[in-house]
């Protein structure tokens, strides 16, 4: 049999390799459409599914190729301290679920506080409880997806602004000056985005570990799945934008702080494996304000500081809402 000339051997060749990498990108985006989709959709009364040691070959693949499966996060708790349920509405007519409280005594002011994401507001009763002892009024607000708030999406920091500025509107109608904003990661970014875009001027802003941008965000959790960063944060990035409909490649948080001139209150933890200490030292420097402190905490991770070290977050928190920090 005569063989084919070299130069028609390696143009199959070359069709060949082509036809798979074109599979394997069509596969990937695939990939990451559905994980785009997973991680901005909680599906109610299902268990958390992830990853585990004892999943065989298959499952295994099938779970890398589509993608974890989140639970809608649901209240846990409740105050001890007396509150009435506010409720909220965006324009597009969603329901905002939150808890408003007045101290005994003459109040200081009012902090509003927004916990992270696949959490609710039920995980900050700790630091409210702390700023109501402080003697501050307490509003605090459950995020759309999240707790007794409707819908079951979430857009990780980008349409959360809104839930932001209708808190800080509704503390400020009650004619209350003395407003702080205090955001743990998603509320952190959520916080940034409400003061950048509605102009809001509180009196200080207390942010906590927040993430560098969208994609730094999906860098994480490929590091915690054991994925490699690139090419899934990128094109996850992108189609978590296309599915919500917004440019996901802009939503970062150094763009954000620019236009914060209030006093700030920044707070990272040296064990953080969701934001890098290169990313939090950016975040920082970006910060427009005068006025800004960047608190560490040794050997916290992505977690409440005020539970990993109560002395030292009561200590910054107070000098910071006293507007005496040191």
Not at 139 to 155: A, E, K, Y
């Amino acid at each position: 049999m005569e063989k084919k000339p070299l130069r028609k051997r390696l143009a199959s060749i070359f069709r060949w390799v082509g036809w798979v990498l074109l599979v394997q990108l069509v596969l990937i985006n695939i990939s990451a459409a559905l994980y785009a989709y997973k991680l901005t959709h909680f599906f109610q009364n299902t268990p958390e599914r992830t990853f585990s040691d004892n999943d065989n070959i298959f499952t295994k693949s099938w779970k890398l190729f589509t993608g974890p499966r989140y639970p809608r996060p649901v209240i846990t708790a409740t105050p001890v301290f007396p509150y009435d349920t506010v409720m909220l509405t965006t324009k597009k007519g969603l329901a905002i679920d939150a808890w408003y409280s007045v101290p005994d005594s003459t109040s200081r002011g009012t902090v509003i506080l927004f916990h992270s994401v696949m959490n609710a507001k039920s995980i900050l009763l700790d630091e409210a409880g702390e700023f109501h002892y402080q003697g501050y009024n307490i509003l605090m607000v459950d995020f759309r997806g999240h707790g007794n708030s409707g819908s079951n999406t979430t857009t990780i920091g980008m349409r959360e602004a809104e839930e932001v500025k209708l808190a800080y509107d509704f503390v400020a109608a009650k004619g209350e000056k003395n407003i702080f904003l205090y955001g743990s990661s998603l509320g952190a970014v959520a916080i940034a985005k409400a003061i950048s875009e509605y102009e809001l001027t509180p009196a200080g802003v207390i942010l906590e570990m927040p993430f560098l941008s969208l994609q730094s965000y999906l860098k994480a959790k490929a590091r915690l799945l054991g994925f490699p960063n690139q090419p899934f944060a990128f094109l996850t990035t992108f189609w978590v934008g296309a599915e919500r409909g917004f440019n996901g490649f802009k939503h970062k948080t150094t763009r954000y702080v620019k236009n914060i001139s209030c006093p700030v209150l920044l707070q990272w933890g040296t064990f953080d494996n969701f934001v890098l200490q290169p990313d939090i030292q950016k975040i920082y420097e970006a910060t427009a304000s005068a006025n800004k402190k960047l608190v560490i905490y040794d050997g916290a991770q992505h977690e409440s500081f005020l539970r990993k070290d109560p002395a030292k977050w009561r200590m910054e928190t107070e000098q910071f809402l006293s507007g005496n920090p040191k």
